[in-house]
């Protein structure tokens, strides 16, 4: 995890999707809450399971909007 003033970038490479799913929870319950977006790359080479689970199905009460960016290995969380 890394922060870049107000964004906060998750990689999620490697990971099954159980274990993406609890990352993004934990990321999502402690990152500060000035953050405003969360840059979340989770590729799409190697598949999509990952790409999909991010863009279509995980929700949590804090991401306002998903931004689908041109980058195909990356979705951007915008943070109420």
């Known amino acids: ?7 906060m970038e998750i990689d999620l490479h490697g990971l099954t999707l ?3 799913r609890a990352e993004l929870q934990r990321c999502l319950k402690s990152c ?23 863009r279509r199905q995980f929700k949590h009460p804090r991401v306002s909007k998903k931004i689908i960016t041109t980058n195909n290995g990356m979705t951007t969380f915008l943070l109420k």
């Open 32 to 54: 500060p809450k000035d953050i405003t977006e969360i840059e979340v790359i989770h590729g799409y080479t190697n598949g999509s399971v990952l790409k999909n689970f991010v």
């Open 1 to 7: 995890m890394n922060i870049h003033g107000l964004t």
């Open 18 to 20: 159980d274990e993406a």
